[in-house]
């Protein structure tokens, strides 16, 4: 089928433009693009966007279309690369600096009609008609857009978010931001090794991976934070379940892929974090993720440990530290070790995904999805930079006792007196010895999403199937987590404090999942072993702060951590309080 015939041919300069009389009627597009985007609602529910891209055999132009509408539109069917629609309603919205390929515009599309539901072959014209711009976009039937360029090097750069199995002639300058260990892999087919690496450029991230030879070849060549160009790779669909990479396709090494160091040894990243003072780390529960900003204070020597699987992995921990005040510990595992071997203090790193602990005190380890950058040249570690060059850092720390907050201990009738948590404006913590009178047992768990480091609440799409919104997933089983409420009371008064599930599992004696599956299972005993857990007494250390619920001001109590009262320590605390009154 001639897709040119169907589709509204060099539409999109028109689409665009400004001026209303120029705009074409019912443009019909192809869709060279289908991700799933985020939902405008809260985690309960609502509407996903999906992010399009749509060509008019010359352009692509991204667009924004509310799953609602492909719902009622293609009656249940999905929309996938390749399908062509015509745009009945639409408006035009700015998104920011041009990339190579995209226009600096996309469409927010509210109607639109399916021309063909089966996906066709992408079209792509010859482009030797169009006139020529500068950083114009030049694609033939059997390439990929390619930016024009004065420097022989980077001519003919593809980006990343322009890779797809439908083209062959690509060539990619990018950095490698990750990298894995060489790995050994047995199944009924055989054994054989592999490697990976992702890679990102000022477009997006992809991963690529190589077997065998090319994975004993290239996990020495590439090196972590620097850049190649790569080109004669193969382009596959992802495999989700293997990589949290943000892409729907990876790069396979193959023998005749060509991989060299980039001359500048630069390119444009837009590295997307979101960093967190280590001073606020004590808002963080165990095995949340955070993105942190650090200099490097102290290199530990090099551990070997046993896995669960019987394999001998490398361990490192550093002490990294800010410009909050504070240090705290991050394990590091496998290839990171290796990257840090020759690594000075003081460097600058950046942490990302790295996940909360609590033992022993706050910490951070890397895993699965973290990634750890070293001396990255961006704008988010200047103000780290400044102040290393500057000052000294100070040495407060999360290492050691749990107890890294000095926050005053009080009676429930203090916390109510005192009004602790009615500022607007910031969290107020305070420590308190009481006894459960009451728990909460209705909801007291909630359905998270599987993944490491995840624990966002999934939404039940079909029948033993849910969906991870986070992580634009869908998984057969869920873990469960605890959120509930528990009610204090001391030699004052009483209050609702609200737990997660860290200080939720200590309070209850069992982990979440196999307390659920009790009451799944055994109401009765369910109900017993709820019963058992009133009338013990704890050291709550919390948190207080305003929030609005249901357009009202409300303080909520949550616990941050909760310690069994030792009553020999406690005993001898009470004696050494009465001597220093009779003294006094």
């Not at 790779?233 to 892409?247: C, E, H, M, P, T």
């Not at 606020?280 to 949340?288: A, F, S, T, V, W």
């Not at 420590?431 to 998270?448: L, N, Q």
Request: glycine share 6%; with cysteine; charged share 25%.
């Amino acid at each position: 089928m001639n897709v040119g015939s169907i589709i509204s041919l060099g539409c999109i300069q028109s689409l665009l433009d400004e001026n209303e009389t120029a705009k074409p009627n019912s443009p019909v597009l192809q869709l060279v693009r289908v991700n799933p985007g985020s939902s405008n609602s809260n985690e309960q529910g609502g509407s996903i966007r999906y992010k399009i891209g749509l060509s008019d055999g010359f352009e692509i132009v991204q667009g924004i279309i509310p799953d609602h509408l492909i719902k009622s539109v293609c009656n249940g069917k999905k929309l996938d690369r390749g399908m062509i629609i015509k745009l009945t309603n639409y408006t035009v919205s700015n998104s920011g600096p041009i990339q190579a390929g995209r226009t600096s515009k996309f469409l927010v599309i509210t109607g639109f009609q399916m021309v063909k539901d089966v996906p066709l072959e992408l079209y792509g014209h010859d482009y030797n008609r169009l006139k020529q711009r500068q950083d114009s976009v030049v694609v033939n039937r059997d390439s990929t857009p390619q930016r024009n360029s004065n420097n022989n090097s980077d001519e003919g750069i593809c980006t990343i978010d322009n890779i797809s199995p439908y083209h062959n002639k690509w060539k990619l300058k990018a950095m490698v931001i990750q990298k894995s260990d060489l790995r050994t892999w047995t199944n009924a087919r055989g054994s054989g090794k592999l490697f990976n690496v992702t890679l990102m450029d000022n477009s997006g991230e992809i991963r690529a991976t190589a077997f065998n030879q090319q994975a004993e070849e290239y996990a020495n060549l590439l090196q972590l934070n620097k850049v190649y160009y790569i080109s004669k790779g193969k382009v596959n669909i992802a495999k989700k379940q293997f990589s949290n990479v943000q892409n729907d396709y990876e790069i396979t090494i193959e023998a005749s892929t060509v991989i060299e160091p980039a001359d500048d040894l630069a390119v444009p990243i837009k590295i997307k974090i979101d960093p967190v003072k280590i001073s606020d780390l004590i808002n963080y529960e165990k095995d949340q993720t955070v993105d942190v900003v650090a200099a490097i204070k102290e290199i530990s020597e090099t551990t070997q440990i046993t896995t669960k699987a019987q394999k001998m992995i490398d361990k490192r921990d550093i002490i990294i530290v800010d410009d909050s005040g504070y240090e705290i510990r991050l394990t590091t595992w496998g290839q990171q070790v290796n990257e840090l071997r020759d690594v000075e203090l003081g460097t600058v790193v950046i942490c990302k995904n790295a996940r909360v602990g609590d033992f022993q005190g706050k910490n951070l380890s890397m895993y699965g999805v973290s990634r750890l950058m070293i001396d990255p040249d961006i704008p988010q570690t200047y103000p780290i930079r400044l102040e290393r060059e500057t000052s000294v850092f100070a040495s407060n720390s999360y290492s050691g006792s749990s107890n890294f907050r000095n926050d005053p201990e009080k009676t429930i009738a203090q916390i109510v007196n005192e009004n602790i948590g009615h500022s607007s404006e910031k969290a107020e913590y305070f420590v308190t010895r009481g006894t459960i009178v009451f728990i909460k047992k209705e909801s007291m768990f909630y359905a998270a999403c599987p993944t490491d480091g995840c624990n966002k609440k999934v939404i039940e799409d079909g029948e033993n199937s849910y969906r991870c919104e986070k992580c634009s997933r869908s998984f057969d089983h869920v873990k469960y987590r605890y959120i509930f409420g528990i009610n204090v009371s001391d030699h004052t008064d009483g209050m609702w404090f609200h737990c997660f599930n860290e200080t939720g599992s200590i309070i209850m004696g069992k982990e979440a999942n196999e307390l659920n599956n009790i009451k799944e299972n055994d109401e009765s005993f369910f109900e017993d072993w709820i019963d058992s857990r009133f009338f013990k007494t704890y050291i709550f250390k919390c948190r207080a702060k305003m929030e609005n619920y249901q357009e009202k001001n409300i303080i909520k109590y949550h616990v941050t951590e909760v310690i069994p009262v030792d009553f020999v320590e406690h005993g001898k605390a009470l004696l050494n309080n009465i001597n220093e009154l009779e003294t006094s």
